[in-house]
């Protein structure tokens, strides 16, 4: 088993609760009183309760080999991709972050949470620091409209999962900075990168037979939780033209946000949403079965994408792009797109958080008048 070293120096966690605040900040929604009053409404449990759900801190893991004794070939992961030549891509099982929620790690000297709501279905990866301050996550008792509230344990600070900003504490208002993750299967992960390695089931506290099942279910399972239209608790915005729990991928971008509907993408490939005053490309990588955001403008042109024989092209410039967002020939070549800090998410969580959303099916959907 390969360890991954997460002890931090951190100051004194201090009490915190959810407090207005109005920023105005990059890739985020605005927050305003209203919205956290209304938050206030949405929300249940403890403010007080502290890692309850507990957070993998210490996490190990172990070869393909390995993990192919307890793993489905089908089975649905979370996968970093190495950021750098030489780096393991690491993968994390649904299954065992169903239980956890957070797992807190350094690699290669750089801190990350990486974090996922079962109830919500939304998964992100947060930089483990803020203007210079080093922190990992935890779990508090608290849920708005059924999405954890996380605390940073430098701060206190109270973070929403799905936002990744502080509704309240010493750093209200800010913005954590995101680290790209995929949501795929274990045997399109492994294909792809052999020598990849495996979140370990942790040993402690929780027995390893529990981590064979999993409450929530996944998608893949047509009784489960993430496929039927039940929720826990009323959402603070709900748009019943499209299935609840849908899985999508979101993004913000300037003043727009918007949802792509991940089966929709399944048969169109490559795509060009005009939404607001952005052009967002949703591009399809076959090889992963994986849907990656990015900004459609570059250098002031915006590009228009479809997919043809295989292939990801522009009709502005007939360039061939990657899944990855590099021209790979053509006019273009070896321009890289802008990518968007991305949310995996059920369609009625990322509504409740983004009520002016817009939704792509294989159309684009606005809200419905309020």
Same mark, same amino acid.
């Given at each position: 088993? $390969?360890?991954?070293?997460?002890?931090?120096?951190?100051?004194?966690?201090?009490?915190?609760?959810?407090?207005?605040?109005?920023?105005?900040? /990059?890739?985020?929604? =605005?927050?305003?009183?209203?919205?956290?009053?209304?938050?206030?409404?949405?929300?249940?449990?403890?403010?007080?309760?502290?890692?309850?759900?507990?957070?993998?801190?210490?996490?190990?893991?172990?070869?393909?080999?390995?993990?192919?004794?307890?793993?489905?070939?089908?089975?649905?992961?979370?996968?970093?991709?190495?950021?750098?030549?030489?780096?393991?891509?690491?993968?994390?099982?649904?299954?065992?972050?169903?239980?956890?929620?957070?797992?807190?790690?350094?690699?290669?000297?750089?801190?990350?949470?990486?974090?996922?709501?079962?109830?919500?279905?939304?998964?992100?990866?947060?930089? %483990?620091?803020?203007?210079?301050?080093?922190?990992?996550?935890?779990?508090?008792? *608290?849920?708005?409209?059924? =999405?954890?509230?996380?605390?940073?344990?430098?701060? %206190?600070?109270?973070?929403?999962?799905?936002? %990744?900003?502080?509704?309240?504490?010493?750093? $209200?208002? $800010?913005?954590?900075?995101?680290?790209?993750?995929?949501?795929?299967?274990?045997?399109?992960?492994?294909?792809?990168?052999? =020598?990849?390695?495996?979140?370990?089931?942790?040993?402690?506290?929780?027995?390893?037979?529990?981590?064979?099942?999993?409450?929530? %279910?996944?998608?893949?399972?047509?009784?489960?939780?993430?496929?039927?239209?039940?929720?826990?608790?009323?959402? *603070?915005?709900?748009?019943?033209?499209?299935?609840?729990?849908?899985?999508?991928?979101?993004?913000?971008?300037?003043?727009?946000?918007?949802?792509?509907?991940?089966?929709?993408?399944?048969?169109?490939?490559?795509?060009?949403?005009?939404?607001?005053? /952005?052009?967002?490309?949703?591009?399809?990588?076959?090889?992963?079965?994986?849907?990656?955001?990015?900004?459609?403008?570059?250098?002031?042109?915006?590009?228009?994408?479809?997919? /043809? =024989?295989?292939?990801?092209?522009?009709?502005?410039?007939? /360039?061939?792009?990657?899944?990855?967002?590099?021209?790979?020939?053509?006019?273009?070549?070896?321009?890289?797109?802008?990518?968007?800090?991305?949310?995996?998410?059920?369609?009625?969580?990322?509504?409740?958080?983004?009520?002016?959303?817009?939704?792509?099916?294989?159309?684009?959907?606005?809200?419905?008048?309020?």
């Amino acid at each position: 088993m $390969k360890k991954f070293r997460t002890s931090l120096t951190l100051s004194t966690v201090l009490a915190a609760s959810l407090l207005c605040v109005s920023p105005t900040v /990059s890739h985020a929604i =605005n927050l305003t009183d209203s919205h956290l009053r209304t938050y206030q409404k949405f929300t249940v449990g403890s403010a007080t309760e502290r890692d309850a759900v507990r957070p993998i801190d210490r996490p190990a893991f172990v070869s393909a080999e390995d993990a192919a004794l307890f793993l489905e070939s089908d089975e649905q992961v979370f996968l970093e991709e190495p950021a750098v030549t030489g780096r393991e891509a690491l993968v994390y099982p649904l299954r065992v972050l169903a239980r956890h929620e957070v797992v807190n790690l350094e690699q290669d000297g750089v801190l990350r949470s990486l974090t996922f709501c079962p109830l919500t279905g939304s998964l992100a990866c947060f930089v %483990g620091e803020l203007d210079g301050t080093p922190f990992s996550l935890g779990t508090t008792g *608290m849920l708005v409209s059924s =999405n954890r509230v996380l605390y940073d344990r430098a701060t %206190g600070s109270k973070w929403s999962q799905i936002l %990744g900003q502080a509704l309240g504490g010493q750093l $209200k208002g $800010k913005t954590l900075r995101r680290s790209p993750v995929i949501w795929t299967t274990w045997d399109k992960a492994r294909a792809a990168y052999p =020598n990849l390695r495996v979140l370990a089931r942790p040993r402690s506290g929780t027995a390893p037979s529990k981590y064979g099942h999993n409450p929530y %279910g996944e998608y893949k399972d047509l009784q489960s939780y993430f496929r039927n239209n039940a929720l826990f608790f009323p959402p *603070m915005h709900i748009d019943e033209r499209f299935p609840l729990k849908e899985h999508i991928i979101g993004a913000t971008d300037a003043d727009a946000a918007l949802a792509v509907s991940y089966s929709a993408l399944l048969k169109q490939k490559a795509i060009s949403i005009d939404v607001g005053l /952005s052009t967002i490309a949703a591009l399809y990588d076959s090889r992963l079965g994986a849907v990656r955001l990015f900004s459609a403008v570059l250098e002031g042109q915006t590009l228009h994408f479809t997919a /043809s =024989n295989g292939r990801i092209i522009d009709r502005e410039t007939h /360039s061939v792009w990657d899944p990855y967002g590099k021209a790979i020939s053509g006019p273009l070549h070896s321009s890289q797109l802008r990518r968007l800090p991305e949310t995996h998410s059920m369609w009625f969580a990322w509504k409740a958080f983004h009520p002016f959303t817009a939704y792509w099916n294989g159309k684009l959907h606005f809200p419905l008048p309020q």
